[in-house]
């Protein structure tokens, strides 16, 4: 961050004249926030910082153009929809050679997927993702039926994602009573035996979360 405006007015004045430079750019920068979920807030920024100042670049003969915000959530939303279709690509690979190859991949996408929802999750906080994409993001990942338990996957991303706006989600009186009715479901699915315990403890760590006023124990007074 210290070297943040410096950097960002060097890649600004770096040739990024045409749509496809600019989709290299976002997906650079797209790969390197889902990869360093630490510094999502920083690239969250930038990707603020950068929609402001390029335009729109045309994309086709018929007038038609693309803006840094389009192509960074098309990004994001490829990835969020394509998981499920890689993690049964890996799970294909079921040779014994396969197996240490099978492992890395499922690591990666389980990396790249945390990672992506983090990053949605501060670019809400930046206004480039609308609240409604949010609440349809919250919706997919706790199901649509409340009688029957989440997957593991969703479990995971669910927590990272309140984890990440919980705090903002609670600000407005509006959401908060949304945030209400998903919490709720969080406080069933902490004690559904259907779940590891891992994922009940995940859970229920979200839930003191919320309860603490977002503040992580320990940090109370420091």
Not at 98 to 108: I, N, V
Not at 116 to 128: F, R, S
Not at 210 to 218: D, I, T
Request: proline share 5%.
């Amino acid at each position: 961050m210290k070297k943040f405006d410096l950097l960002k007015g060097q890649l600004l004045e770096s040739g990024i004249n045409s749509v496809d430079t600019l989709e290299a750019v976002v997906s650079l920068i797209f790969d390197k926030a889902i990869l360093e979920p630490t510094f999502c807030p920083m690239y969250a920024q930038l990707c603020s910082d950068l929609n402001e100042k390029l335009p729109p670049f045309p994309c086709d003969k018929h007038g038609g153009k693309k803006t840094f915000r389009h192509i960074l959530l098309n990004n994001c939303q490829e990835l969020f929809e394509g998981a499920d279709k890689l993690r049964e690509e890996a799970r294909r690979m079921t040779g014994p050679e396969q197996e240490s190859e099978c492992r890395d991949k499922e690591w990666l996408i389980k990396i790249r997927t945390l990672g992506n929802i983090k990053l949605i999750g501060e670019l809400w906080k930046q206004k480039i993702v609308t609240e409604r994409i949010v609440h349809l993001i919250v919706q997919e990942l706790l199901g649509q039926d409340p009688k029957s338990c989440p997957e593991e996957k969703n479990i995971e991303a669910v927590c990272q994602f309140f984890n990440t706006i919980g705090k903002q989600l609670d600000e407005n009186q509006n959401t908060r009573r949304i945030n209400d009715v998903y919490f709720n479901r969080l406080k069933e699915l902490s004690t559904n035996p259907q779940l590891y315990p891992r994922l009940r403890f995940m859970v229920r760590d979200v839930l003191d979360l919320r309860s603490n006023h977002w503040v992580p124990k320990g940090e109370e007074h420091s």
